[in-house]
């Protein structure tokens, strides 16, 4: 992907950071933790109290962090100009833009708590994105899904989620979750998941048409990061029994699949996964 030298984004924030470094995720129950993170997503903040005390907690702030903090920074920029345009276009609304938190440690979100091995994840109370920098090494040496598109992938993920929460989504889905048995809460989440994957997928074409910063292996970076952080792989990998009904995110081929709708399409309307009963 080409970003460097490009504009980044204003709505980028740093927490926490300094001279104290706290003790890394190490070891299988390390490998397992991050893997639950992927498991459980965008909305574990929301439903999970993830023992966040208040306030964050810094860790060590190396030059790998600083240089993926400014990825971040130009990849959240391609995606409000993406989403400016399109939302208007095709939803009939004014995109406003999300914060994007990057820490080392842990944080606090209007959702609860979290630290590094909570993964990635939007929360809709703040509308804001929280993203440990550390978790870019995690996908490339632990999950197998390296790439600087790999990341950008997990970047406009998030803010995929942002999106569905500008279209009063979120707020819907999460209202039925609250009325509805476990397993058909898990189903609404595959579909909520798999939608923001779609929606990945549009900002990664209408990316390439306005900036021209896809090279060639991105795409292939990004569907195998969907591969890699499939509900059924991260089972596999985890030493698991392969369980659809506790599916949260849908399977590696779910995710592809939608990406790759989203890319071809480039059509939101393309991207209903709550009406189909092909996922």
Partial sequence: MKWQGRRGSRNVQRRGGGAK??????????????????????????????????????????????QAEQFVSVVLADTEEVWAEVLPQQAGITYNEPTLVVFKGSVQ????????????FYCPADKVAYLD???????????????????????AHEVAH???????????VNQLRAQVTEEQSNE????????A???????A??????????????IEEALNAAKQIGDDTLQRNAGQTVQPHTFTHGTS??????????????????CDTFSTNQL
């Fill in 188 to 195: 609404l989440s595959v579909r909520t998941e798999l939608q």
């Fill in 162 to 172: 942002h999106v569905q929460n500008e279209l009063g989504i979120l707020g819907q």
């Fill in 21 to 66: 470094s706290v003790g890394g995720i190490g070891g299988i129950a390390g490998v397992l933790i991050l893997l639950a993170g992927w498991y459980f997503g965008f909305d574990t903040s929301g439903f999970v109290d993830l023992g966040g005390q208040g306030g964050s907690q810094s860790a060590e702030v190396t030059e790998a962090d600083l």
């Fill in 133 to 155: 920098t550390g978790f870019f090494t995690t996908m490339s040496e632990r999950l197998g899904a390296g790439g600087d598109f790999a990341a950008a992938y997990v970047v």
């Fill in 109 to 120: 979100s209007a959702c609860g708590g979290a630290s590094a091995a909570s993964g990635p």
């Fill in 253 to 270: 081929a779910q995710r592809q699949r939608w990406f790759a709708r989203g890319l071809e399409s480039g059509d939101m309307s393309q």
């Fill in 205 to 218: 074409r209408k990316a390439q048409e306005m900036f021209g910063s896809l090279e060639r292996g991105d």
């Fill in 197 to 203: 994957d779609c929606f990945s997928g549009i900002w």
